[in-house]
């Protein structure tokens, strides 16, 4: 069943995955009429999946809805080493098994309450003078999740991109990628069994209209630095 209502709000009371213990998550909105969310198939009418990639052994997460398939893929990493923050970089994977064009629109990310914002990514080398890394800006061959193929490198979205929207051809399939900087202070949670950003990440694109949600508890977000 689709959900109909000019500004949506999206609020999960609580969401289990893979066997992880529960999380609060945030109110999310965006500004079109439909929406499909990760799990929530009783409720959305999409078919949600999850299955391993071959390559990393992560789980890629699915959901199919009228010959339209979104993938996502995530990761995070550390701004630099010494820095306090981190990096959600994210790679969603579009294929379009219908007949017609389909129009892709890359949406907004999320911590908990707080907004994470797109990065700007730069193809030189910046030489770091100081506040470098207060800045929203990102040098590709510093992210490792992007250089290690982690992460693809396909259609990279920075934050002020030529384009809103993307067009992908009947029979035809299309990947973005991401980099938000985590908006909160202390961002990463360390153990024995290693780091993991802290809440709940959260975000979408939008294809034909409709919102594909991903919802990654912090604790399954994986660490793809260097």
């Known amino acids: 069943m689709l959900i109909h209502a000019c500004v949506f709000v999206l609020t999960v009371s609580a969401f289990c995955l893979d066997g992880l213990a529960q999380v609060d998550t945030p109110a999310f909105e965006t500004e079109v009429k439909s929406a499909f969310v990760w799990g929530e198939d009783k409720v959305n009418g999409a078919n949600s999946s999850s299955v391993a990639d071959p390559r990393t052994g992560q789980r890629i997460h699915k959901l199919e809805y009228g010959g339209i398939e979104v993938s996502s893929r995530i990761g995070f990493e550390r701004i630099a080493r010494?820095?306090?923050g981190e990096f959600i970089e994210y790679t969603a994977a579009v294929v379009n098994s219908t007949g017609r064009v389909a129009l892709l629109r890359v949406g907004g990310v999320s911590?908990?309450?707080g907004t994470a914002r797109q990065v700007h990514i730069s193809q030189e080398h910046r030489h770091?003078?100081?506040k470098d890394y207060d800045t929203d800006v990102a040098e590709l061959s510093k992210l490792y999740c992007?250089?290690?193929?982690?992460?693809s490198t396909d259609n990279l979205v920075s934050a002020d991109p030529q384009g809103g929207v993307l067009v992908i051809e009947p029979s035809a399939a299309l990947t973005v990628t991401v980099v938000a900087r985590d908006p909160s202070h202390y961002s990463i949670r360390c153990s024995s069994e290693g780091c993991h950003p802290v809440g709940a990440l959260r975000y979408f694109v939008t294809v034909n209209g409709r919102d594909y949600v991903f919802l990654w508890p912090g604790r399954s977000v994986p660490?793809?630095?260097d």
């Open 128 to 130: 770091r003078r100081e």
């Open 111 to 113: 911590v908990d309450e």
């Open 223 to 225: 660490y793809c630095g």
């Open 82 to 84: 010494g820095e306090v």
């Open 146 to 151: 992007l250089t290690s193929g982690f992460l």
